[in-house]
């Protein structure tokens, strides 16, 4: 299926504030094929093709002949994937997403699989209750609120809805948005029980503020002497040099933009040029200055595991916590550092497959014919799906994993090439912290440690080991509406083709807060506990 040609806007045009119902109606039908043509499964989660196109239908019919404003259909648009339980398939922009651009609530919440817990706080009402659970908010049990939420924002798994839940408690025009009932309220009531079960009930001012949280009357605590900063890539020892440590804020690194530029697909130069303004820098003309500009994962890597292997460092942290995602592909060079060939026994490909649709070929700059040829297989389809294959062994897997990023020009070939089948510096122990927030790429990564025998610590992830990934970008032409929809299908967990949740060896629950008085590096100091034990501390 084709997407269908809405009624389009004038080329140059700026983003409509209206919409005629022709258009809105236009630009939703192209919204629904384009999802038909392009995500692997959006029926199931729905109930089926029939209840698929009902909900269209439905949506359809509410569109109001008088028309309506771009942001309404992209919230309707924007609950609609929703339902689809997909976190790679969305409707972009600050109106439209749940985003609030006006100070929080001065509050701070840690959330485990089951509960959520008062972390901080700037308000003399909830003095002492650091470590309360919360219960209601509104009036509405957290119960209510979880399920709305459920139903708002896509969500693979509890996690999900948990590391959301933490975000709308502090934010008036988001509680708002999915509490219409709360509203009109000038005072905001949270009802809390103590760890002994005592509820508390208190009214705080149903307002931002944007004083710094290190001057609340309780800010949230930590009692290391390091908070990761903004700097995507950081790199130091604990306990006397017996630990290194690795943070990998995201996955689109020097490595991620220039897979971008060398490999053909996305826009390079849009992304760069985002990445440059985001950091209040000047764009430079010439791309390979730019690229230069931006912190390489490889290096940071290579510069810290060869330190660990002068101090004779046996273990490493690496912290994902955060890591949303980025490019997959460069954290198995990574892997290699760390592990040398075995890194490349992992199974991954086979556990894809990707549906060829016309957005996925624009995503990639190429033909239905180059593709086939590409992937040599020349009787593919538009709808047909491609099924991953990994490489016989680790040593051909290596090879040809060196063998494409040289003959695209990536610039850490040579380094992995160098090694041969060896790692650089392999530690006895691997330690992978993660949170909620480890998602996409940044799940892959946290994956492949853990299968090379990592252990993990942290709460689950909000990705589901057997979920939609690899969003393709989508534009709608009379509202000019962006998002992405996801154009492959991964199943890390084949055995549990319904699970949720990927496991963690060293789980975050609410004992485990109280131990560390709600820290918030908890993870990080619970992994160095349990590295102590071994390392003789």
Not at 218 to 225: E, F, K, M, N
Not at 303 to 318: C, F, N
Not at 441 to 453: E, Q, T, V
Request: include cysteine; glycine fraction near 8%; charged fraction near 25%.
């Amino acid at each position: 299926m084709t997407p269908s040609q809405p009624e389009p806007a004038p080329p140059d045009a700026e983003a409509p504030e209206r919409l005629t119902h022709a258009q809105a109606v236009s630009d939703a039908r192209y919204f629904f094929d384009a999802i038909e043509a392009t995500h692997p499964d959006p029926y199931t989660a729905i109930g089926g093709k029939v209840a698929f196109h009902r909900r269209k239908q439905a949506l359809l019919t509410a569109l109001r002949p008088e028309g309506l404003s771009t942001v309404e259909l992209g919230r309707q648009l924007s609950d609609f994937a929703s339902a689809l339980g997909d976190g790679h398939t969305f409707i972009s922009g600050d109106a439209v997403r749940w985003n609030d651009p006006d100070p929080f609530l001065p509050l701070a919440w840690v959330a485990t699989r089951d509960a959520v817990y008062l972390a901080g706080h700037d308000y003399a009402d909830l003095d002492r209750k650091r470590g309360h659970r919360l219960t209601a908010v509104g009036g509405f049990s957290i119960e209510t609120i979880a399920e709305r939420i459920g139903r708002r924002l896509p969500a693979e798994n509890v996690m999900g809805i948990q590391g959301r839940l933490i975000h709308f408690v502090r934010s008036r025009a988001m509680l708002t948005r999915l509490v219409p009932e709360l509203e009109d309220q000038k005072t905001l009531e949270l009802s809390l029980t103590s760890p002994r079960g005592r509820v508390t009930t208190v009214a705080i001012p149903f307002e931002g503020s944007s004083k710094p949280r290190g001057q609340w009357r309780a800010p949230p605590r930590t009692t290391l002497d390091f908070s990761p900063g903004k700097d995507p890539y950081e790199t130091r020892f604990f306990r006397n040099d017996k630990v290194g440590y690795l943070r990998v804020g995201d996955m689109m690194g020097r490595e991620g933009f220039e897979a971008m530029h060398r490999q053909g697909w996305g826009d390079a130069r849009a992304a760069l040029t985002r990445w440059h303004a985001q950091r209040d820098r000047p764009m430079p003309e010439d791309i390979e200055e730019a690229l230069a500009n931006v912190p390489s994962l490889i290096e940071a890597t290579v510069a810290l595991l060869e330190a660990m292997k002068a101090k004779g460092t046996t273990a490493l942290i690496v912290d994902l916590r955060g890591n949303t995602g980025g490019v997959t592909s460069t954290f198995r060079a990574v892997c290699h550092l760390i592990h040398g060939d075995v890194a490349w026994s992992v199974p991954f490909a086979e556990h894809f497959a990707t549906r060829v649709s016309p957005l996925l070929l624009d995503k990639y700059q190429t033909t239905l014919e180059e593709y086939r040829v590409d992937n040599d297989a020349p009787d593919l389809k538009l709808g047909d799906y491609l099924f991953g294959e990994d490489p016989p062994d680790a040593t051909t897997a290596r090879q040809q994993a060196v063998a494409s990023w040289k003959a695209t020009g990536m610039g850490f070939a040579d380094t992995i090439d160098s090694l041969g089948s060896g790692a650089l510096h392999t530690p006895a122990r691997v330690m992978v912290l993660i949170d909620a927030n480890t998602f996409s790429a940044g799940f892959h990564a946290m994956y492949f440690l853990d299968r090379l025998g990592a252990e993990v610590v942290g709460v689950p992830s909000m990705q589901s080991p057997n979920a939609f990934m690899e969003f393709t970008s989508f534009r709608l032409p009379a509202s000019k509406l962006e998002g992405g929809i996801s154009n492959s299908i991964q199943q890390l967990d084949p055995d549990n083709p319904t699970a949720t949740v990927y496991p963690v060896n060293h789980e975050i629950d609410g004992k485990i807060l109280a131990r560390y008085d709600y820290d918030t590096q908890t993870a990080l100091r619970w992994a160095l506990d349990l590295l102590d034990a071994e390392l003789g501390q």
